[in-house]
Structure formats: C-alpha cells, structure tokens
Antibody, heavy 119, light 107 residues
Framework: EVQLLESGGDLVQPGGSLRLSCAAS????????MSWVRQIPGKGLEWVSS???????????YYVDSVKGRFTISRDDSKNTLYLQMNSLGADDTAVYHC?????????WGQGILVTVSS | AIQLTQSPSSLSASVGDRVTITCRAS??????LVWYQQKPGKAPKLLIY???TLDSGVPSRFSGSGSGTDFTLTISSLQPEDFATYYC?????????FGGGTKVEIK
C-alpha cells in the first residue's frame, strides 16, 4: 500500500519559515518525480512545486510563480523523503499542503498537512 | 499561465442521472489533462489521465473526452458514491494548473 505521510505543518508568524517533510512508502520513490499541491480549506487546488527523479542536487525543480525564491523543494532518495522548505511565509500561504507522486500528473496523494500563517 | 475554466461550478443531480462537466483551457494543452475526484475531508483521487484514459480501478461509468482546449468528464449513471467535487488539471506546460472545481450534489 502506498503511503505519503506529511509532517512539519504548524502555526507560524508572517515572515517565518517552515520545512515540510513527506515520508513515502509502498512505491519506488527514487524512480518517481514528486510534487506539492496545496488547498485552502474549502477552496480549490493549487500546484506549488515539483522535482524530477534524477536524484541528488541536480534534480530539476519547478515552482509556481507565487513561491519562486521563497520555497525550495528537495528530496532524499536514501530516506524516501520529500521536503518543502518554505521561507518568508505570508497569509496567502495558509493552506493544507499535500505531498503527491508524479511531476506532471498526480496518482498518489498524502492526506495533507495544515500550514497556518498568522500573527 | 494556462487557465482552466470548469462549468458548471456546481450541479444537483439524482442517482442514475447522466452528468457532464466541462473544462475549457485558455490555450491548447493537447491531451495533457487529468480529472480528479475529491470527497469531503479526503485527498483527491485521480480518475482519468491523458484526457480519456481511465485510471486503474475507476468504474467504467466515468469517461473523459476532448483535446486542445475543450474537455468533458461524463458520469453515465450517477451513483451515491459519486457525489463529490471534480477538478481538471493540465500538465502540458508549467505552471501546472487546476480548474476551479465542480461540486456534484444530491438533488
């Protein structure tokens, strides 16, 4: 059974930072592109970032414009873990963040982790 | 960025009804389109990819069609477990984008 388990969500003040983690199991993590998709509770879905499956520091990465320069996606294939480093957080970043398998289309989804940006 | 416009944004239907949801792209995306189903409190589930290919385990009452800018998700005979919100998503070009969603409710 495929499991994607997010962690690291929290209440953070505007301008603060958080790092989300996603522990993957039941799939060949190193062979898959991975992504983060967020959803404001009660609202629609927004793609945030994707990383290819090349591995190491050379994996191509992609970001939605609104997070470029603030968020960094990375992966550790030895730990089957995906990360999202989020800096300079603002109220607009408040959402449930889902870890998803795939770089283009998303087959497996984690249940999501809530990030709240508020003073 | 490519905008995806879904219509309707919500609909009421009865069990057994045929339901059609449309997704229109602001520019052509070839067949690089996916449909997801999301139930309250749950993560989205992939239903159809490449515009018309049913994912493994998805009931055959679901079908997808279209290419370029106009796409359709059809449920041939609505079942109680189909009441949910449906999203389209294009993966032809970054940034990847989703439609606003269509909520299918019980009449």
């Amino acid at each position: 059974e495929v499991q994607l388990l997010e962690s690291g969500g929290d209440l953070v003040q505007p301008g603060g930072s958080l790092r989300l983690s996603c522990a993957a199991s039941g799939l060949t993590f190193s062979s898959l592109g991975m992504s983060w998709v967020r959803q404001i509770p009660g609202k629609g879905l927004e793609w945030v970032s994707s990383i290819s499956n090349i591995g190491g520091s050379g994996s191509p990465t992609y970001y939605v414009d609104s997070v470029k320069g603030r968020f960094t996606i990375s992966r550790d294939d030895s730990k089957n873990t995906l990360y999202l480093q989020m800096n300079s957080l603002g109220a607009d970043d408040t959402a449930v963040y889902h870890c998803v398998s795939g770089r283009l289309r998303f087959h497996y989804w984690g249940q999501g982790i809530l990030v709240t940006v508020s003073s | 960025a490519i905008q995806l416009t879904q219509s309707p944004s919500s609909l009421s239907a009865s069990v057994g009804d045929r339901v059609t949801i449309t997704c229109r792209a602001s520019q052509g995306v070839s067949s690089a389109l996916v449909w997801y189903q999301q139930k309250p409190g749950k993560a989205p589930k992939l239903l159809i990819y490449d515009a018309s290919t049913l994912d493994s385990g998805v009931p055959s009452r679901f079908s997808g069609s279209g290419s370029g800018t106009d796409f359709t998700l059809t449920i041939s005979s609505l079942q109680p477990e189909d009441f949910a919100t449906y999203y389209c998503q294009q993966f032809n070009i970054y940034p990847l984008t989703f439609g606003g969603g269509t909520k299918v409710e019980i009449k």
